[in-house]
């Protein structure tokens, strides 16, 4: 007798490939890369894994709240910029000085992002907990990819 084939949540899932095959992926790494790396920036500390992050509206500008830590930011763009990488959940990340390269390269990287969590949610719609497990997994091979670029 046969055995079954196995159950689609058991089959090996294959992370790379699906971060190699979206181009949003690529376009985050390539907007890193070519935009935020190419010129001055300063190191930002995060909190290193992945936690939902909020931007709060303070007296002094605005704040990025992820979990315990806040972050101070002097606009908008920065504070979306940190909130963003902040729920990727990187532990740190290079900011520009300029912030028109910010503001020129923040709403790229949001609907990238977007448009790759789109992509995976689609791809396991079937199963609820599994899109999220298989998003986490992906976005740990993104980050994997982004400090490779800064070392």
């Known amino acids: 007798m046969t055995t079954p084939p196995p ?6 899932i294959p992370h790379l490939e699906i971060l190699d095959d979206s181009p949003d992926a ?15 920036t300063r ?4 909190l290193g894994r992945k936690h939902s992050a909020r931007i709060l509206h303070t007296l002094l500008g605005y704040e990025v709240q992820s979990s315990y830590k806040r972050i101070q930011c002097p606009d908008l763009v920065t504070a ?3 909130r963003l990488f902040s729920e990727l959940g990187f532990g ?15 709403p790229q990287l949001e609907a990238a992002v977007l448009n ?3 992509r995976v949610r689609a791809l396991f719609s079937g199963d609820p907990k599994l899109a999220p497990y298989v998003l986490r997994r992906v976005y740990a091979l993104l980050r994997r990819r982004i400090r490779a670029l800064s070392a």
């Open 116 to 118: 790759l969590e789109r």
């Open 7 to 12: 159950h689609p949540a058991r089959a090996r």
């Open 92 to 106: 740190s990340i290079h900011l520009p000085y300029d912030p028109t390269v910010t503001a020129r390269v923040i």
């Open 80 to 82: 979306r910029y940190v």
């Open 43 to 46: 190191t930002l500390r995060l």
């Open 26 to 40: 690529a376009r985050i790494v390539q907007l890193y890369a070519g935009e935020v790396l190419a010129g001055r």
